[in-house]
């Protein structure tokens, strides 16, 4: 199952470990600067080693902070995959906090400018 093993590759690693769904999205979310180890932006390459400090920005903003306990090469279940890290990740903001976002009335017709000025401003997109 989970063999001990040299250094192994960051993104190999976070996909073993399931905080990424796919190899291919691990190394994308490397090379476009979301995962840094030990503070410092890496590429897919980097190695890692037990001890080192990981931190995955993934959607919405929501960032994972691990500490590598095990290194493993391959994708192995859930409860194999949580005792290789230990999870220091801040907990992600309360429900109640998050604002619904523009809910229209079904049949209301086509928003106005103003009503989609106000939906973007509701989202936080401007």
Request: proline fraction near 9%; charged fraction near 30%.
């Amino acid at each position: 199952m989970a063999e001990e093993l040299g250094p192994v590759r960051v993104d190999v690693w976070i996909w073993s470990v399931r905080l990424v769904k796919t190899r291919s999205a691990a190394g994308a979310a490397c090379r476009a600067g979301h995962v840094r180890v030990n503070g410092e932006r890496v590429k897919p390459a980097h190695q890692v080693r037990p001890g080192d400090q990981v931190r995955l920005r993934g959607a919405e903003g929501h960032e994972r902070v691990v500490v590598v306990t095990k290194l493993i090469r391959k994708r192995v279940g859930a409860p194999v995959a949580v005792a290789c890290y230990t999870d220091h990740s801040p907990p992600p903001p309360p429900r109640e906090a998050v604002a619904p976002a523009g809910i229209r009335d079904r049949g209301a017709g086509r928003p106005t400018k103003r009503d989609r000025r106000e939906m973007e401003r509701l989202r936080g997109a401007r």
